[in-house]
């Protein structure tokens, strides 16, 4: 059984822990792997309930209009809402304007016109110039790359110009009403070049804010955020989710903050720290680890720039654990940047290393991606591991 | 021994054109050899009936007006105040080039770029559009920044970074912006700014404005993938830009002859269903022109326009760079005063007794010391606050931010005199 030792809160208790540590503490070499196995075949087609909490300070569904839908769905209602409420907000991309490869922006063409909702030529470097350009003259272009993966041919125009057009004209010009939206990550029959999750390369770019969701309902209140926030934003759609199980979505617009971060479980164990389809693999994680006696705390990111650094130190600070876990390819993966922060913010009450499961530093691979994904049995281990230690 | 290589063709060229004997009445322009004259303005839309592209003109090098009807024509447009406004913002503008790319030599600020040689570009074209029409420039178009009224001091508060930089002092000198005169901030990335031309063109359509947004750029950055894929969005989705190339030789040292095998920039505009015409360059009035009646088709047809305006780089790449190494001092001179722009437009405006040398003086001697007087404030003025430091990067300060600043902020009171630069 698991040696479950109680994370200690003080100098004096962690110094203690420290020097048991020395002697007998778990290497965190990842392939030493201990003997007990969990039966995973439950989690196969596991009901997921975590992923669709929501923090009710911030959203309302039970006394409000609300109707079923799936996250393309809510994704379009963003859309639709802004279009609605804002003239100069314009929707375009390549194979948008019949609805879009994915069906987001399905009917806006429809609704507001060829000006508003119209196709792109092929180009993505094009795309975001000329969507800088419209935010420019007090548009709220909100720009679609078909996929993440395709994205690095505008990498010039969101890094050297979306970013810095507010600070290097001293604010006399911006490019805030930009939004940038993109679906990313693992697909299961993706292969390189429809599976990437390039967040981190954006996360490197002071300027431009980074977004992600995790379901319907975040999606449909963090995207009106997004187009709304006065800066050039790049909204992350993981694509596995799109078509995945409705969830209950007021109707009207309403809007999540950016830059905070989302406890959707509380624990005393371990910080567990996602983002995006990883939550669903996360919560599965957390549900093998509850199997063993180990109490969770799940917290989705949301934001990946500007991070809400102190949601995350104030868990940390409670539990002395975390786990950080992301599709992205490990070395230089924005947990790095997590685990950074927190063994600096959170030192004295760390009582293990924090630990990354991430994607494998290899291209996006097809045929080995169950392997590749850090998928719930590796982050299970990893939060055994972590807690043992 | 390389640079001495690269200067092989550039010679070879200089032989050519630069026989004395051989009197020209029109320049020889680098980036399209042997195009031919035309005094008709034709925005093409399908390949002329000759191997080149035509350069059309209307005034020849020794100032005389060798294309009566379009110099009426642009006459209807151009009264003579206007015409001697565009002559002084010339002078003005050399004047100005030539005391700070001194300053730079000197040590007194760190980087210029002249506009050297291309003054009829920048200011004829300045000349042709409205107040609100939309300015994406690239670097080299003081000219029309200058036109449209940004002035010496504002000029020389961005280049010494003084607090009242719009830029707050964040970007290296030569990189203007003006909210009121429509000018974006310019940013050294070549050619990113074309493709927002050609959104910010789509916006005004939309906005049933009667404007357009003109996108300058060199023939060097018509190579990047920004400007095809600026040309195809524009076409297709009917932008009102104008896409103004300077065609002026160089792309630092680069000669178009490594730049590109077709004709030119204007021959692409073709390949995207843009309506494309080579003009003269160093010829204010075809640039006016050119440009006036490119904004009328812009904004009556809802399509966007390119221009490739011929020219020649008359002076170094920047402060950085020594054109002495790829160029030979005889194609310089020659360039630079039998092919000077200034030259032309000053001989034309003398014979019709619109300018004499005492103007000329005045001007140049009124602004030489505005210039000398204000290198003196810039340099003593206070720089931007450090606290800008952190703003603007976001419409607020993100928390992680401000922690960075208090280190920065804690440090330089620990140790003021280590970061006196530091304001």
């Not at chain 1, 003080?10 to 201990?34: C, I, K, M, P, W």
């Not at chain 2, 290589?5 to 009445?25: D, G, H, Q």
């Amino acid at each position: 059984m698991l040696n479950l030792v109680r994370p200690g809160r003080n100098v004096l208790s962690h110094l203690g822990r420290r020097l048991y540590s020395s002697q007998s503490a778990v290497s965190f070499d990842r392939t030493e792997l201990d003997s007990d196995k969990i039966d995973f075949k439950k989690y196969l087609n596991f009901n997921h309930e975590i992923v669709y909490n929501y923090t009710k300070e911030e959203i309302d569904v039970e006394n409000v209009p609300t109707h079923k839908t799936n996250m393309c769905g809510a994704i379009n209602e963003a859309m639709r809402h802004a279009m609605e409420k804002d003239e100069k907000a314009v929707v375009f991309g390549e194979d948008v304007a019949f609805g879009g490869v994915f069906r987001c922006t399905i009917d806006l063409m429809e609704k507001f016109g060829k000006d508003r909702c119209f196709n792109t030529p092929l180009c993505e470097q094009g795309i975001a110039g000329f969507a800088i350009g419209m935010a420019a003259m007090g548009y709220k272009p909100i720009a679609e790359f078909q996929f993440a993966d395709y994205i690095y041919p505008a990498f010039d125009q969101i890094v050297n110009e979306a970013a810095k057009y507010r600070y290097r004209s001293g604010n006399l010009f911006n490019v805030g009403g930009l939004t940038m939206r993109a679906p990313c990550s693992a697909v299961g029959h993706g292969g390189h070049y429809h599976s990437q999750s390039p967040e981190a390369f954006f996360a490197h770019v002071p300027g431009i804010k980074v977004v992600v969701a995790r379901n319907p309902v975040q999606a449909k209140g963090l995207l009106l955020s997004c187009i709304e926030d006065d800066n050039p934003v790049l909204f992350l759609e993981p694509k596995k989710l799109y078509r995945l199980s409705a969830s209950t979505v007021p109707d009207d617009a309403y809007y999540l903050p950016l830059s905070k971060a989302e406890i959707i479980k509380k624990g005393t164990h371990v910080t567990v720290i996602g983002w995006a389809s990883q939550m669903y693999v996360l919560e599965e994680a957390v549900k093998m680890a509850e199997e063993v006696g180990i109490d969770c705390e799940l917290i989705d990111l949301r934001t990946i720039l500007p991070w809400d650094v102190e949601t995350v130190i104030n868990s940390v600070s409670k539990t002395g654990r975390c786990v950080i876990a992301h599709e992205a390819p490990h070395t230089n993966g924005f947990g790095a940047e997590l685990a950074a922060t927190i063994q600096e913010k959170c030192f004295l009450n760390l009582e293990a290393p924090v630990i990354r499961v991430c994607g494998l530093d290899t291209p996006f691979p097809l045929v080995h991606e169950k392997y590749y994904v850090p998928d719930n049995l590796k982050c299970f281990e990893m939060i055994k591991k972590v807690v043992n230690y | 021994m390389l640079s001495r290589v690269k200067c092989i063709r550039p010679l070879t060229s200089a032989k050519r054109f630069y026989s004395k004997s051989e009197l020209l009445t029109t320049p020889k322009y680098p980036g399209a050899v042997n195009a031919k004259f035309t005094k008709d303005l034709v925005f093409h839309n399908a390949v002329p009936n000759e191997p080149v592209f035509p350069i059309f003109h209307i005034m020849d090098l020794q100032g005389k007006i060798i294309n009566q009807s379009s110099y009426k024509s642009v006459r209807e447009t151009l009264d003579d105040d206007t015409l001697v406004k565009m002559y002084k913002t010339m002078i003005q503008l050399e004047t100005m080039d030539t005391i700070l790319y001194n300053a730079q030599r000197q040590g007194r600020v760190s980087f210029y770029m002249t506009n050297y040689g291309e003054e009829a570009v920048q200011i004829g074209s300045a000349a042709a559009l409205t107040e609100t029409d939309e300015i994406f420039a690239q670097y080299r178009e003081a000219g029309v920044l200058m036109y449209r009224g940004f002035t010496l001091e504002e000029f020389m508060n961005q280049c010494f970074s003084t607090s009242k930089d719009y830029g707050k002092g964040r970007q290296m000198p030569v990189h203007y912006g003006s909210k009121s005169l429509r000018v974006q901030t310019i940013s050294s990335p070549l050619a990113t700014q074309i493709p927002q031309a050609s959104g910010a063109g789509y916006a005004i359509r939309l906005s049933d404005r009667k404007d357009v947004a003109i996108c300058y750029f060199g023939e060097g950055a018509a190579s990047e993938g920004d400007f095809h894929s600026a040309l195809n969005f524009a076409a297709v989705l009917k932008s009102q830009v104008i896409f103004l190339c300077r065609n002026n030789g160089y792309a630092i040292s680069t000669p178009t002859s490594d730049q590109y095998k077709g004709d030119g920039i204007v021959a692409r505009g073709l390949g995207y269903g843009i309506h494309s015409i080579r003009v003269d360059g160093n010829d204010p009035f075809a640039v006016y022109m050119a440009v006036r009646e490119a904004r009328k088709m812009s904004t009556e047809k809802h399509v966007p326009v390119l221009i490739e305006a011929m020219t020649y780089r008359g002076g170094h790449h920047s402060t950085s760079d020594d054109a002495s190494r790829y160029r030979t001092t005889n194609e310089l001179t020659y360039w630079r005063e039998q092919m000077n722009p200034i030259f032309r437009l000053k001989k034309f405006l003398t014979n019709e007794k619109l300018w004499n040398e005492e103007n000329e003086n005045q001007v140049r001697d009124d602004t030489r010391k505005k210039v000398l007087s204000l290198l003196t404030s810039v340099e003593k003025a206070e720089k931007t606050h450090l606290d800008e430091l952190v703003t603007d990067v976001y419409d607020q300060v993100p928390e992680t931010l401000k922690e960075q600043k208090k280190f920065v902020d804690a440090m330089a009171k620990k140790y003021p005199e280590a970061y006196s630069e530091g304001h």
